[in-house]
């Protein structure tokens, strides 16, 4: 398999190629993070380059509740994806586990987000 660019636009073409450039020279998840950080903020910052298209919310289906997920690219490996997750107005998501490295933006609108660290299990003895 190819890799795939649903959304396929210069500008996710662009970000794909040096996320993929960054990830294949950097061990290190923190240096990873550090190196895309400024070039996932700039896309952030552009109100143009997601299309109309993926910016809107199903009437029924989808993840529940007018949540949208739409995957915009994925590489042929299956560990490098790009997805946007369109959220109505005042909606909450549970506490959950991405489990996987990467940045989370916020395109449009504000996120109130809180941050759990894992409980440690404490020795007995």
């Given amino acids: ?7 396929d636009t210069s500008e ?8 993929k ?7 290190s998840v923190e240096a990873r993070l550090a ?3 400024p070039l996932f903020s ?3 910052a552009d109100p143009d380059w997601l299309p109309a298209e993926f910016r809107r919310t199903p009437e029924a289906g989808g993840m529940g509740k007018g949540i949208a997920n739409w995957l915009l690219y994925r590489d042929s490996e299956g560990t490098l994806s790009l997805c946007a997750l369109v959220l109505p107005s005042g909606a909450a998501t549970p506490v959950h586990d991405h489990l996987a490295w990467g940045l989370v933006g916020v395109y449009a609108g504000e996120q109130d987000e809180e941050i759990y660290e894992p409980a440690h299990a404490s020795r007995s003895g």
């Fill in 35 to 37: 190196a895309i950080r």
């Fill in 12 to 19: 996710v073409r662009n970000f794909i190629g040096a996320v």
């Fill in 21 to 27: 450039d960054i990830v294949s020279g950097t061990a």
């Fill in 1 to 7: 398999m190819a890799d795939e660019f649903i959304c």
């Fill in 42 to 44: 700039r896309m952030m």
